[in-house]
Nanobody, 127 residues
Framework: VQLQASGGGLVQPGGSLRLSCSASGLTSSRNGMAWFRQAPGKEREFVAAVRKGTTSTYYSNSVKGRFTISRDNANNGVYLQMNVLRPEDTAVYYC?????????????????????WGQGTLVTVSS
């Protein structure tokens, strides 16, 4: 399984970016998919997820209302649309995929739930 994240870059506060994650070796429409991020000197934190086999989505409080995760079935991947970006959103963003089994909802917020990870894409929000 390989996950490839892209779309990061430099954006001004208040701006938007859309991250993409393409998957090979798993079917993104059937797996749970998520985005995490890690800022310098901080632990990896949950951003958003879409539940396995459904369109149910989950968000961290810090991004709720600003970010949207969606499946890209045509390209076997997942998007993260990020709006009203803030300097504190600066981080390396990672996409992740679940494996076999059906995680309970609370598990979607935990990095350990995801055996598959992309390489990360850097998002910098700065004026």
């Amino acid at each position: 399984v390989q996950l490839q994240a892209s779309g990061g870059g430099l954006v001004q506060p208040g701006g938007s970016l859309r991250l993409s994650c393409s998957a090979s070796g798993l079917t993104s429409s059937r797996n749970g998919m998520a985005w995490f991020r890690q800022a310098p000197g901080k632990e990896r934190e949950f951003v958003a997820a879409v539940r396995k086999g459904t369109t149910s989505t989950y968000y961290s409080n810090s991004v709720k209302g600003r970010f949207t995760i969606s499946r890209d079935n045509a390209n076997n991947g997942v998007y993260l649309q990020m709006n009203v970006l803030r300097p504190e959103d600066t981080a390396v963003y990672y996409c992740a995929g679940t494996g076999a089994g059906n995680p309970i909802i609370s598990s979607y917020y935990q990095p350990a739930t995801y055996p598959y990870w992309g390489q990360g894409t850097l998002v910098t929000v700065s004026s």
